[in-house]
């Protein structure tokens, strides 16, 4: 059965990190761009980071730039999500996807390109 599966998500502090983690079964992650998104309740769903499938280019929302790094391990099958300086406005649930062939990753995170397959998420919140 091909899968997306995140983990890592959870309440912590502001000024706290988390890693997200993005595994993929069924199916090998090479050859595949991976985006991680985002959506919180009652807003759209946004792409926070995109890396593609040859490390070549990575894409980051601004509001994320310099707190958040994306990466993958295509050994292991997963993609990684380091979040650092966590805001609450961080909170959301947070969903990796994957999509084959070439793109750009800021066409692909800014969600002109849809993905084959999504994870079924994982929460994080930011709250003291």
């Known amino acids: 059965q091909v899968q997306l599966l995140e983990s890592g998500g959870g309440l912590v502090q502001p000024g706290g990190s988390l890693r997200l983690s993005c595994a993929a079964s069924g199916f090998s992650l090479d050859g595949y761009n991976i985006g991680w998104f985002r959506q919180a309740p009652g807003k759209e769903r946004e792409g926070v980071s995109c890396i593609d499938r040859n490390l070549a280019d990575t894409y980051y929302a601004d509001s994320v730039k310099d707190r958040f790094t994306i990466s993958r391990d295509n050994a292991n099958n997963t993609v990684y999500l380091q979040m650092n300086s966590l805001k609450p406005e961080d909170t959301a649930v947070y969903y990796c996807?994957?999509?084959?062939?070439?793109?750009?990753?800021?066409?692909?995170?800014?969600?002109?390109?849809?993905?084959?397959?999504w994870g079924q998420g994982t929460q994080v919140t930011v709250s003291s």
């Open positions: 996807a994957a999509v084959p062939g070439a793109t750009t990753m800021y066409y692909y995170c800014s969600g002109y390109v849809h993905p084959d397959y």
